[in-house]
C-alpha cells in the first residue's frame, strides 16, 4: 500500500489530471459493417473474370489503349452496381502493356460506401507488334512507284527528302498503312541511280523497304549540256568604267560591274570569275587591253556541279593609253 500511494504522489508532482469520459466517434462504417462489406465485395469480384470484358476493336495494340478511350474499347457485359457493389475498372499501374503479346492489365475496383477492394484482370486479344509488322510488310511488297519527274534533268544528288515526292506518283494509304519516304542513299551521278527508302507504318510501328532506281541523267550527260551551252557563248559585252580600266586592275570584286554576264539558256546559268595573273601576265593584258577570265555554267538545281570555259575579252584601257595620257600632260 506504501509503494501505491508514493506512485500517486509522484504522479501528481509532474502535472495534474483531468479524467473525461471516452466517447467513440463513427467514422463511415463501423469495423464489424467493414468486414461484412469486404465479404460482399469480394464475393462479387470473384465471379468478374476477363471473359466479361471485350476487346472492341482487335486491330488495335494494347499499348494504344489509354484513360481517354479505355470504356470505349474495353466494354463489359455486367451492372455497374450488383448486391450494392459499384464496380469501375481503370488501367493497371502495376502490371505492364505487352504488345509483344498483346496483354493489357485492368484493374477492377469493387465499392461499397468507403470500402474497396481491387482485383487485377489480363485483357487479350489486342493485335501484336508482330502481327503489325507482318500486315505493314505486306503492303509495303504491293508497292509500285510509279515515275512522274523530270529524271532526265536531275543527278541523282540531286533529289532530297524535300523533292522526292515530285519524282512519283503519291502513295496512297493502304489497309490501314501509310507511307512516307524516309531517306535517299546510295546517289551515283556517274550510273544516274539512287536508292529510296521508304517508310510504311501503322502508329507507333515502322517497317521500311528500299527501292533502287534508274533513269535520272547521268554526270556525262550534264557535262556536255553545259560544254554546249558554253561554246555557244560568242560575244561578251564590256560595261562601266571598262574604258578607264586597265586589265590589271579589275579584281574579283568589280569583274560583274566591268563585264556583262551571259544570259541563261536552256535551264543552263552562267556565272564569271576572274582569273589571278602573276606579273608578267599582268604586263601582257595591261599592254593589249586584253582580259583573261572564267565562266562558269551550271544548272539552277545544282551551282556546285559546273562546267568552265576560259574566255579573254579586249577594250580596257592600255598601258600605251596611260603614257599617251601623261605625255599629254607635260
Not at 564569271?272 to 583573261?292: A, V
Not at 565562266?295 to 593609253?321: C, H, W, Y
Amino acid at each position: 500500500m506504501k509503494i501505491k500511494n508514493k506512485y500517486l504522489i509522484g504522479i501528481g508532482t509532474l502535472s495534474t489530471i483531468a479524467i473525461l469520459p471516452i466517447t467513440v466517434v463513427a467514422c463511415g462504417t463501423t469495423t464489424s459493417e467493414s468486414a461484412e462489406n469486404f465479404k460482399k465485395i469480394d464475393l462479387e469480384l470473384e465471379k468478374i473474370i476477363s471473359a466479361n470484358f471485350k476487346v472492341t476493336n482487335n486491330t488495335k495494340l494494347a499499348s494504344e489503349i489509354n484513360a481517354a478511350n479505355l470504356q470505349t474499347e474495353i466494354t463489359k457485359n455486367f451492372n455497374n452496381t450488383i448486391n450494392s457493389v459499384n464496380f469501375t475498372y481503370s488501367i493497371s499501374t502495376k502490371t505492364a502493356i505487352n504488345d509483344e503479346i498483346g496483354t493489357l492489365t485492368l484493374t477492377l475496383t469493387g465499392q461499397i460506401g468507403t470500402d474497396s477492394r481491387t482485383k487485377e484482370i489480363t485483357i487479350t486479344g489486342f493485335e501484336t507488334a508482330t502481327q503489325r509488322k507482318a500486315k505493314i510488310k505486306v503492303e509495303l511488297e504491293k508497292l509500285n512507284l510509279v515515275k512522274i519527274g523530270a529524271f532526265a534533268t536531275t543527278l541523282p544528288s540531286e533529289v532530297k527528302l524535300d523533292n522526292v515526292n515530285t519524282f512519283f506518283e503519291a502513295l496512297p494509304e493502304a489497309n490501314g498503312v501509310s507511307f512516307k519516304s524516309s531517306l535517299i542513299s546510295l546517289e551515283n551521278n556517274v550510273d544516274g541511280t539512287l536508292t529510296i527508302t521508304i517508310e510504311g507504318s501503322i502508329g507507333k510501328v515502322i517497317e521500311t523497304k528500299t527501292f533502287p532506281i534508274t533513269g535520272f541523267q547521268k554526270l556525262d550527260q550534264r557535262n556536255q549540256i553545259l560544254d554546249n551551252e558554253l561554246a555557244k557563248i560568242a560575244n561578251l559585252t564590256l560595261k562601266g568604267d571598262f574604258a578607264t580600266t586597265l586589265p590589271s586592275e579589275v579584281t574579283a570584286d568589280n569583274i560583274r560591274e566591268l563585264i556583262t554576264t551571259p544570259e541563261p539558256i536552256n535551264g543552263v546559268i552562267f556565272r564569271i570569275f576572274w582569273t589571278p595573273q602573276n606579273e608578267e601576265e599582268k604586263n601582257l593584258s595591261d599592254s593589249t587591253g586584253t582580259l583573261k577570265f572564267r565562266i562558269d555554267a551550271f544548272t539552277n538545281e545544282n551551282p556546285l556541279i559546273f562546267r568552265d570555259k576560259e574566255f579573254s575579252v579586249s577594250g580596257f584601257r592600255m598601258n600605251s593609253q596611260s603614257l599617251l595620257g601623261e605625255i599629254k600632260k607635260i
